[in-house]
């Protein structure tokens, strides 16, 4: 999504809510509205933090494998898609967009990487060892904003409240499901993971990821890292400076090494985080 020349941390009804009380009815004999779907507050350590580059508005960020990081960067004339080495920041591989083009999520599934763009409504594809460009698919359901998968759809959002499961070799919708908390629909939805069979995802303008159940939508977590710049001497939002840090966009899984990374908008510095879930 577009630059931000402000930002304010929004006071986002999900995030504090406790209705109390418990019950000694069976689940299924509980009325629907006496179910308590408040989201688990999650907390987190850092594991270990990494150099990167702060020039990189990031969009997209997935463990690609022996110790290096896919990467998407947006803007109009500074997107690409990029390996990078976790311990050094270093870019490893990049392959540049048309300047006519904005980068955003991206994904590698079945021997592809799937980048978005963020209002052409066009998503390209490349092969994973050379970062050649293969293929590319126009999609119909808005902007692009977040991707990941589950070992066999793409999973998508695109600012809204819904998460579209798409088919990657024809980029047909399969099916859509609809985020939602104790509220009602969560907007906002935008870099997405898959970890150990659930979606984590930032919402943009905050610094907390919600963990989301795929196959309802339901949030049933949420870790707050507004603390974190202050932790880690990561320098607040600036509404003067263009390059300043944004916010908190970037979550990756290890998968063989069970670890979580995370990182943000022209962020300097690569997190390694433990999530108490």
């Known amino acids: 999504m577009k630059?931000?020349?402000f930002v304010s941390i929004l006071a986002i009804g999900f995030y504090a809510c406790d209705f109390g009380g418990k019950t000694d009815?069976?689940?299924d004999k509980i009325p629907?509205?006496?179910v308590d779907l408040t989201p688990k507050n999650i907390s987190y350590a850092i594991v270990s933090t990494f150099p990167r580059d702060g020039g990189n508005f990031t969009q997209?960020?997935?463990?690609?494998?022996d110790g290096k990081m896919l990467e998407s960067a947006g803007q109009h004339g500074e997107s690409d898609i990029r390996y990078t080495d976790i311990t050094t920041g270093k870019v490893l591989e990049k392959t540049e967009l048309d300047k006519a083009y904005f980068g955003e999520g991206c994904t590698q599934l079945n021997?592809?990487?799937y980048q978005l763009t963020y209002q052409e409504e066009l998503c390209f594809?490349?092969?994973?060892k050379t970062l050649k460009l293969v293929n590319k698919f126009p999609y119909t359901f808005g902007e692009g904003w977040g991707i990941t998968n589950n070992g066999k759809d793409l999973i998508i959002s695109n600012g809204s409240s819904n998460l579209f499961f798409v088919n990657p070799e024809t980029f047909q919708e399969v099916k859509r499901v609809g985020v939602t908390n104790q509220y009602g629909p969560v907007a906002n939805i935008n870099e997405l993971e898959m970890i150990k069979g659930f979606i984590y995802a930032n919402v943009w303008q905050t610094d907390k990821i919600i963990k989301i159940?795929?196959?309802n939508g339901h949030v049933i977590g949420i870790i707050d890292l507004s603390d974190l710049r202050a932790k880690t001497g990561i320098p607040p939002l600036s509404m003067f400076d263009e390059k300043a840090p944004e916010v908190l966009?970037?979550?990756?899984?290890d998968s063989a090494q069970n670890r979580i990374f995370i990182t943000g908008k022209y962020w300097p510095k690569l997190f390694e985080v433990k999530f108490d879930n």
């Open 3 to 5: 630059k931000l020349l």
């Open 25 to 27: 009815k069976p689940a």
């Open 32 to 34: 629907a509205e006496e």
């Open 60 to 65: 997209g960020l997935e463990y690609a494998g």
């Open 111 to 113: 021997g592809k990487i």
């Open 125 to 128: 594809v490349y092969d994973a």
């Open 213 to 215: 159940d795929p196959d």
């Open 249 to 253: 966009n970037g979550i990756a899984y």
